[in-house]
């Protein structure tokens, strides 16, 4: 499994009397296959998971991926870290699926044959194959966010981060998106309020107020993250 | 169907018709359409557009739809010319605009948008000696034909909860909420062009 070390790690927002820390002082490495992250509105989950692919770079510290800086390697790190957002509207940038889906493919360097059979066989293993031509918008919200997860593994990140991808679903499509991603290969990092998803993962992250307070097995996790919110 | 409920998937002789080439001769019918002048000339002109749609594999009834939403349009420029200029020049205007909407829409029904999106980006490539960068151009192209349907959502959304509110016709109560939406959603539809690597 790919290596993610966090040292050292603060963000703020704006200068002097208007800055606001919304992440401070996180020192963390992660080499498991599933990690959870959890925490209350506001914690700072949200803007650790986007500094894993360099969305947000730190205002102190590094965040290196198998050894690549988020700062100065932030292409190889984005392509190395696949980031799928809560909203898949706001991720999805193509009309059309097979479109969507051949987005990220076409600065890959390969041929139009290349790309038409990668997105078929990813269309397909995701059980989109029959929307392929189909306008995005007009999928229900679990296809979304099924295509958007689809057009981000369909570049082969070896790091799958994922941002609250049941928030906006009902329990039908959020169950077909659980177990999409619990039967996916890669390393996946899983920021969630739907706890029940962490169940067999190797690892749980608590934030709370802008500080990871909490690093272990998911039921102790779990169980820290309701005694703070309680 | 592409974004807009238009592309038909089909393997027919106009779907198969390169993208550029589809886009050249709209542009070309465009220009010509200044020089009809007679009643038969649109008739010709229309019959052509819709021997297309047939050879699209294209039903009427969808070359219907195309021309539906400029009925009211279609109709006010009818009734001026009609006043003004006579009957001549009523028929041939309203059967310019007619032949345009079906080109166009026959185009889109025919094309996938990377495809035209792709034809653009090779047309604007001489232009990089002028700064333009053709690949921007194309993705500004494919975010704005993707944005539509969400922008037609928000205002959707914004709209059910100003009924929902006992709000009713309220300009600044529905332009305000929508523009500040649309301003998030664009912000948000930058981090994930970045997260999939535009930029690099």
């Given amino acids: 499994m790919p290596v993610i070390e966090v040292s050292g790690v603060t963000h703020a927002y704006g200068e002097g009397a208007g800055r606001r820390v919304v992440l401070r002082d996180v020192s963390v490495t992660l080499s498991e296959q599933r990690v959870g992250i ?132 009902d329990l039908r499509n959020a169950a077909v998106v659980q177990r999409v991603v619990r039967d996916l290969p890669h390393q996946v990092l899983l920021v969630t309020h739907h706890l029940d998803l962490l169940e067999d993962f190797e690892r749980v992250l608590v934030f709370d107020q802008t500080r990871l307070v909490y690093d272990g097995k998911p039921d102790a996790a779990v169980q820290h993250y309701r005694e703070l919110m309680t | 169907m592409n974004s807009l409920g238009l592309y038909v998937p089909g393997t027919s002789p106009v779907h198969r018709m390169p993208a550029g080439a589809k886009l050249l001769a709209m542009l070309a019918a465009g220009a010509g359409s200044v020089l009809l002048h007679q009643p038969w000339q649109v008739g010709v002109a229309v019959t052509l557009a819709l021997v297309g749609y047939r050879l699209g594999g294209l039903t009427v009834r969808m070359a219907l739809r195309q021309v539906r939403p400029l009925l009211m349009v279609v109709g006010l420029v009818a009734v001026f010319h009609l006043v003004v200029n006579g009957w001549e020049r009523a028929v041939v205007f309203v059967g310019v605009i007619v032949t345009l909407v079906l080109l166009a829409g026959l185009v889109t029904l025919t094309t996938r948008t990377t495809d035209m999106v792709d034809a653009i980006v090779r047309a604007a490539r001489p232009l990089r000696v002028v700064g333009v960068h053709p690949e921007r151009l194309g993705l500004l192209m494919a975010l704005g034909i993707r944005s539509v349907p969400v922008v037609v959502g928000l205002a959707e959304e914004v709209r059910d909860a100003q009924r929902a509110r006992g709000l009713t016709a309220s300009p600044r109560a529905f332009a305000v909420p929508l523009i500040v939406r649309s301003l998030r959603h664009a912000d948000a539809l930058g981090d994930a062009l970045v997260a999939r690597g535009v930029d690099d």
């Fill in chain 1, 38 to 169: 959890i925490g209350a509105n506001g914690s700072g989950k949200s803007t650790f998971v986007r500094m894993l692919n360099g969305l947000v770079l730190p205002t102190e510290g590094t965040v290196c991926v198998d050894g690549l800086d988020a700062r100065k390697d932030g292409r190889e790190v984005r392509r190395r870290v696949g980031f799928c957002f809560t909203d898949p509207d706001a991720q999805i940038v193509m009309p059309t699926v097979a479109e969507d889906v051949a987005f990220g493919l076409r600065r890959r360097g390969l041929s139009k044959r290349e790309i038409a059979a990668k997105v078929r066989s990813t269309l397909e293993t995701y059980g989109l194959a029959e929307h392929a031509d189909h306008p995005a918008h007009l999928l229900s919200g679990g296809q979304k966010q099924l295509l958007a997860l689809s057009s981000v593994l369909v570049t082969d990140p070896a790091v799958l981060v994922l941002d609250e991808p049941t928030t906006l679903l």
